[in-house]
């Protein structure tokens, strides 16, 4: 099973794009959910996590630009990102939280450049 991200492109510095991701049922009604990201010649990192019941928690990094959603009738989770910079360009990517290895897609680009 693998989970897939999409939304991506390329956008200017302060501008907002949303990922979204779609999950089974069964991974998604038993688990919180995350978004993760992978910026050019750098580690995986955590951005953002919400809870079956719609807690949140999010990276320093991104606290107060990005917003984290579920739709629990859609099995999809949301990331609503706003105010990019540059230093956002990163290869995205949606799993359980924490995460499962099995569950990794190919994520989706997002690029913000001018």
């Known amino acids: 099973v693998q989970l897939q991200a999409s939304g991506g492109g390329l956008v200017q510095p302060g501008g907002s794009l949303r990922l979204s991701c779609a999950a089974s049922?069964?991974?998604?009604?038993?688990?919180?959910m995350g978004w993760y990201r992978q910026a050019p010649r750098s580690k995986r990192e955590f951005v953002a996590a919400i809870t079956r019941g719609g807690s949140t928690n999010y990276a320093d990094s991104v606290k107060g630009r990005f917003t984290v959603s579920r739709d629990n009738a859609r099995n999809t989770v949301y990331l609503q990102m706003n105010s990019l910079k540059p230093e956002d360009t990163a290869v995205y990517y949606c799993?359980?939280?924490?995460?499962?290895?099995?569950?990794w897609g190919q994520g989706t680009l997002v690029t913000v450049s001018s």
């Open positions: 049922g069964s991974i998604f009604s038993i688990n919180a």
């Open positions: 799993n359980v939280a924490p995460p499962h290895r099995g569950y």
